[in-house]
């Protein structure tokens, strides 16, 4: 077990500061005792006592029985308390909302996705998302007072202090306060962040990167972009726009991408890209299962995955060539960045068991060998829900110190 230090001393600002490492040991820990709690905080036992009982009193933590005794009595064990209090996480996508509630456990404890929405004119978006808000809250009976607050997901550039989109492409937002509305209508603390750096903080606090220092999540969906984590941290750039790799530019003689270069990542390994290359195709009349869809134009990515999972040789070369684009900036990241880790995700999960392969094979002959001989490239096992998740999360983490 790792230990977190605590810090000695009596006033209000140091017992604030331990009532979070212990609520943080206890969930990495998920179940210890007092004694643990002591040993790995370095606080005496009277102490933590003290604390634990007032976190107790809030309804934090609880004690959920005994555990193995090394002599003598059985420890009482304790364990964040679910069900208690609450954050709420909201994604936006191009023609979709996906609003999500979790507990403080980590937990999602209800969600609902709404299609078909316009994002691209906020204010007439801010009057669909606060009733959608108010439902989930009134749906699950949650009191505002145990709601630590609200985590919004945008697939755009975030100002580095986290207040306002500066520009978010395809929503068609430039400078766009989001903030503001949300806090005129509730007193709870209100936070924006870029839908690929919500889903790196989502992988760090509960996927696959818990015990990652330095990693990298690329979410390949409408767009393409990247949350990374350099010595533990998320990090930003000077201006706060780390992390575009959807705009690696891997075909030179690629189509012209909306940021205004040609041949983009995003251009040849996004979802409209794929979608977009089989529609032409299909069209011009090849041999594939999808010259059955009655209306082509209406094809989806599930539609493609299906029938690469069936072994249609068009849908599975569609996959497997925007696989190989992934690889080649995959290969650029592992040279540059030197992660132990890189998590695939959103859209790419519905593919990846197909694809993973050809993306293994790209990044193993065109990355430097001693780099790739240490990463991991691997796909989100939680997939779609990871920004709205990562975004619920922002306000969880503060009540652990993080």
């Known amino acids: 077990m790792k230990k977190i230090r605590a810090k000695a001393g009596n006033n209000s600002f140091l017992k604030e500061y331990n009532k979070k490492i212990i609520l943080d040991i ?62 709420v996480g909201i994604d936006l996508d191009v023609d979709a909302l996906n609003v999500l509630l979790m507990d403080i456990t980590g937990d999602v404890i209800d969600k609902s996705i709404y299609r078909n929405i316009s994002t691209s004119d906020w204010d007439k978006l801010s009057e669909v998302t606060l009733p959608l808000i108010n439902t989930i809250l009134n749906k699950n009976n949650v009191n505002l007072s145990n709601l630590l607050g609200l985590g919004i997901s945008v697939p755009g550039f975030i100002d580095i202090e986290g207040k306002t989109v500066i520009m978010a492409p395809n929503l068609g937002w430039n400078y766009v306060d989001i903030v503001d509305v949300f806090q005129k209508n509730w007193d709870i603390p209100v936070y924006i962040e870029n839908e690929a750096k919500c889903s790196a903080i989502c992988e760090n606090w509960i996927g696959q990167c818990t015990s990652d220092k330095d990693f990298v999540c690329i979410n390949i969906k409408t767009g393409i972009g990247a949350g990374i984590f350099a010595s533990g941290k998320l990090y930003r750039g000077a201006a706060g726009t780390a992390g575009e790799v959807g705009h690696i530019v891997v075909d030179e003689g690629g189509a012209r991408c909306g940021c205004g270069n040609y041949g983009c990542l995003e251009t040849v390994a996004s979802t409209p890209s794929i979608i977009n290359r089989c529609i032409k195709y299909v069209k011009q009349g090849v041999v594939s299962s999808l010259n059955q869809i009655e209306d082509i134009e209406k094809v989806t990515i599930d539609d493609i995955v299906k029938a690469a999972f069936h072994q249609d040789s068009f849908a599975l070369n569609l996959l497997n060539e925007s696989a190989r684009y992934i690889g080649i900036a995959v290969s650029n990241i592992v040279n540059t960045l030197n992660p132990s880790k890189i998590v695939l995700g959103k859209d790419f999960c519905k593919y990846a068991d197909v694809v993973m392969d050809v993306v293994e094979g790209v990044v193993k002959a065109k990355a430097i060998q001693y780099a790739s001989a240490s990463v991991d490239v691997v796909a989100s096992n939680i997939g779609q829900d990871s920004s709205a998740m990562g975004a619920a999360i922002i306000p969880v983490k503060k009540l652990f110190g993080k």
């Open 26 to 87: 206890i969930r990495i820990n998920k179940a210890i005792s007092r004694a643990e709690i002591s040993h790995l905080s370095g606080l005496s036992a009277t102490a933590v006592g003290g604390i634990a009982e007032s976190l107790i009193q809030e309804g934090y933590i609880y004690e959920i029985g005994s555990g193995e005794s090394s002599g003598g009595r059985k420890p009482v064990l304790l364990a964040l308390k679910p069900m208690t209090f609450y954050s």
